[in-house]
C-alpha cells in the first residue's frame, strides 16, 4: 500500500523548535518531489516547502521567513522538516503530500497529518 | 503569489442535486497545474482533479472540472451523501498555492 506516515508533532512553547518526520512505503520514495502543507485549526490549506527527488530543489512558501528547513533521507525513505523560532501562528496539523510527476506534480497521496501546538 | 479565490464559501444542497464550485486566480494559471482536492472532516485531503480536468485514478465520474486561464469550476453532476465535504482548489504553476476552500454542506 502506498502510504505517508508523520510523527514528531506536539506541543511547544513560542520560540522553540521542533522536528517532524514522515516515512514512505509502497512507491519508489526517491524518484518523487515531496512537500510539506499545514493547515491552522478551521482553516484551509497552506503549502509550506517542498524538496525534488534529489533533494537538490526547494522552495518555501515566504510567509515562514527562512525559520524552517526541509530535508529528507532517501536511503530510509524519510522527509523532514526542522522548525526553529515557532510562533503561535504556526500551530497546525502538518501533512506530507506526494507530488507526482504524471499529473504535472498535483499532490496525489498525502499522510494523515501530525499535530503542532505553539503555546506557553 | 498566484491568489486562488474560490465561490461560494458555503454551499448548501440536498442529495442528489447538482453542485458548482468557483476557483479564481489572481493572474493566468496554466491549466495543466489546476487541482481540486476534498477534504471530509478529521481526513486529509483527497486528489480528485488535475490538470483542471483530468479525474485522478478511483475518482467517480461525477466529479468533473473544467476551465482555463483565470477562471476554474469543478462540477459535481448529482450529490452522494459522501461528497459533502470541503473543496479546495490548488495552483502549481508558480509556486504552489491553495485557495480558501468551499464547504459543500446538507440542506
Known amino acids: 500500500e502506498v502510504q505517508l506516515v508523520e510523527s514528531g508533532g506536539g506541543l511547544v512553547k513560542p520560540g522553540g523548535s521542533l522536528r517532524l518526520s514522515c516515512v514512505a512505503s509502497?512507491?519508489?520514495?526517491?524518484?518523487?518531489?515531496l512537500n510539506w502543507v499545514r493547515q491552522a485549526p478551521g482553516k484551509g490549506l497552506e503549502w509550506v516547502s517542498s524538496?525534488?527527488?534529489?533533494?537538490?530543489?526547494?522552495y518555501y512558501a515566504d510567509s515562514l521567513e527562512g525559520r524552517f528547513t526541509i530535508s529528507r533521507d532517501n536511503a530510509k525513505n524519510s522527509l523532514f522538516l526542522q522548525m526553529n523560532s515557532l510562533r503561535a501562528e504556526d500551530t497546525a496539523v502538518y501533512y506530507c503530500?506526494?507530488?507526482?510527476?504524471?499529473?504535472?506534480?498535483?499532490?496525489?497521496?498525502w499522510g494523515q497529518g501530525t499535530v503542532v501546538t505553539v503555546s506557553s | 503569489e498566484i491568489v486562488l479565490t474560490q465561490s461560494p464559501g458555503t454551499l448548501s444542497l440536498s442529495p442528489g442535486e447538482r453542485a458548482t464550485l468557483s476557483c479564481r486566480a489572481s493572474?493566468?494559471?496554466?491549466?495543466?497545474?489546476l487541482a481540486w482536492y476534498q477534504q471530509r472532516p478529521g481526513q486529509a485531503p483527497r486528489l480528485l482533479i488535475y490538470?483542471?480536468?483530468r479525474r485522478a485514478p478511483g475518482i467517480p465520474d461525477r466529479f468533473s472540472g473544467s476551465g482555463s486561464g483565470t477562471d476554474f469550476t469543478l462540477t459535481i453532476s448529482r450529490l452522494e451523501p459522501e461528497d459533502f465535504a470541503v473543496y479546495f482548489c490548488?495552483?502549481?504553476?508558480?509556486?504552489?498555492?491553495f485557495g480558501q476552500g468551499t464547504k459543500v454542506e446538507i440542506k
Open positions: 503530500a506526494r507530488a507526482d510527476w504524471r499529473s504535472g506534480d498535483a499532490f496525489d497521496i
Open positions: 509502497g512507491f519508489t520514495f526517491h524518484t518523487y518531489t
Open positions: 524538496v525534488s527527488s534529489s533533494g537538490s530543489v526547494i
Open positions: 493572474q493566468s494559471v496554466t491549466s495543466t497545474y
Open positions: 490538470a483542471a480536468s
Open positions: 490548488q495552483q502549481y504553476d508558480s509556486s504552489r498555492t
